[in-house]
């Protein structure tokens, strides 16, 4: 193996557990993060960020020397580059992150080393960053298309592990590798299979990029359907999760689940990565983009029809006198991510816009949450008059409340 030493940019959570794998296969890891809080914490072998058996990973790997963290770039033979593509303004893409990743490690770059973008990017950033070393480094023959020979090789390979099951994907999942030429995807196959045991299949940057995005933007459309359905559904009383549940005894039928909208920092995002580039083509795409972000917004006007209809079971009260409880925070079940979450939009639109008291529950989330009151699960079970059912942590799946004003977008009570 070519790779003793391997950097990776950007120690969140596709990142951290990147390094730590490389680390768990002896492999010298040095980790890069402009958060300094990230970086004290990993080197004390702890992680800032909650993800079943990354902990052992990550202690495992700084017990053991294979993996440290520091707030500037060294020298390495392969860097990976892990840094967050938000969007900005008008929805289009906010490369900022990568272009401060490039011009950082541009320095400690030497000939033979190969540059990994593994951020999920528009079509065309894998090349825009290769341009952008080439500026810092006119010293260096950068190839910047498939014709390009070049001192260095440069590629892209999107992660495409799910949150909550990151370790074990990390390994099985299957690889595209995209490299900007051929000898280029070459090294990235070797780099990967160090760790990965699923296949790693070779193609070129932009149609890696492309695919990371029509994975997300799938599922994505394939969502919406589901939160068409729960609307559709509601205003012809008929329950949602049965209707779902007997159409899927199709055998070519497979419709997901509904809930309070879409979030996180992937499928609410990348979708937009390809309706800004070719928004006249993109017309299912961008539809169920308006499904899934309008699914917040009317959760929050069923919220309000229950505390309406509470006042009026209870004619003596008043709004002010009304208790509502928001059991789940964050963008999906079992984890800390806030990111994008849908059910964090809906407390917080609740907390501002109504009259009534609103408190929130989240069992993954230690301490303050902003702009949104938070109490322990008992403590809202106990004093509120209407329960709002926003993420099926498994705290919230062992009980079925007594409570007859229930908003419960997940399906579960
Ligand atoms: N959701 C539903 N109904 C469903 C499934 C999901 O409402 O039936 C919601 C979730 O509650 C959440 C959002 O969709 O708010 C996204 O959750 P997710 O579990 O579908 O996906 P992510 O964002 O955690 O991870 C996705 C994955 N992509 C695909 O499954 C195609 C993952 O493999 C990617 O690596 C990740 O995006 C990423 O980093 O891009």
């Given at each position: ?101 490039a011009k950082a490690i541009a320095p400690v770059i ?22 952008w070393i080439?500026e810092a480094r006119?010293?260096l ?273």
């Amino acid at each position: 193996m070519s790779f003793e030493t391997i950097s990776v940019v950007g120690l969140g959570y596709i990142g951290l557990p990147t390094a730590a794998m490389f680390a768990s296969r002896k492999i010298k890891v040095i980790g890069v993060d402009v958060n300094q809080h990230a970086v004290d914490t990993i080197n004390k072998g702890e992680i800032h960020i909650v993800e079943p058996d990354l902990d052992m990973l990550v202690h495992a790997a700084v017990t053991q020397g294979y993996l440290k963290a520091a707030t500037t770039p060294e020298g390495a033979d392969a860097f990976l580059i892990a840094v967050p593509t938000p969007f900005k303004g008008d929805h289009e893409p906010d490369l900022s992150y990568i272009e401060a990743a490039a011009k950082a490690i541009a320095p400690v770059i030497e000939k033979g080393n190969l540059v990994i973008l593994e951020s999920t990017s528009p079509v065309g950033a894998t090349e825009e960053m290769a341009k952008w070393i080439a500026e810092a480094r006119p010293d260096l023959s950068v190839p910047l298309k498939e014709s390009d020979d070049g001192d260095i090789f440069v590629a892209h390979c999107p992660e495409r592990v799910l949150p909550g099951h990151v370790v074990r994907e990390l390994v099985e999942n299957d690889r595209v590798i995209g490299g900007i030429n051929s000898r280029s995807s070459e090294k990235a196959v070797e780099l990967y299979q160090s760790f990965v045991v699923g296949e790693c299949v070779v193609t070129n940057a932009r149609t890696a990029e492309m695919a990371k995005l029509t994975e997300n933007a799938s599922r994505d459309v394939s969502i919406a359907f589901a939160n068409e359905l729960s609307l559709i559904c509601d205003e012809l009383a008929i329950n949602v999760w049965e209707l779902i549940e007997l159409a899927n005894r199709h055998p070519r039928v497979n419709i997901l689940q509904p809930g309070p909208g879409v979030g996180g920092h992937c499928i609410a995002v990348d979708p937009w990565f390809i309706i800004n580039k070719t928004p006249e083509h993109a017309v299912l795409t961008s539809a169920a983009r308006a499904v899934n972000d309008g699914k917040p917004g009317w959760t929050v006007s069923k919220v309000e029809q229950q505390v309406s209809r509470f006042l009026e079971d209870n004619k003596t009260m008043h709004a002010d006198e009304v208790t509502v409880a928001c059991f789940g925070l964050a963008f999906k079940p079992d984890i800390d991510d806030l990111r994008e979450s849908p059910a964090l939009e809906i407390a917080k639109q609740l907390t501002i816009e109504s009259e009534s008291r609103v408190v929130c529950v989240e069992p993954n989330v230690e301490g303050r949450v902003d702009g949104v009151e938070i109490v322990d699960l008992l403590e809202a079970l106990e004093i509120a008059d209407i329960y709002v059912l926003l993420v099926d942590h498994k705290q919230f799946k062992k009980f079925n409340p007594k409570c007859e004003y229930i908003v419960d977008t997940r399906g579960i009570w």
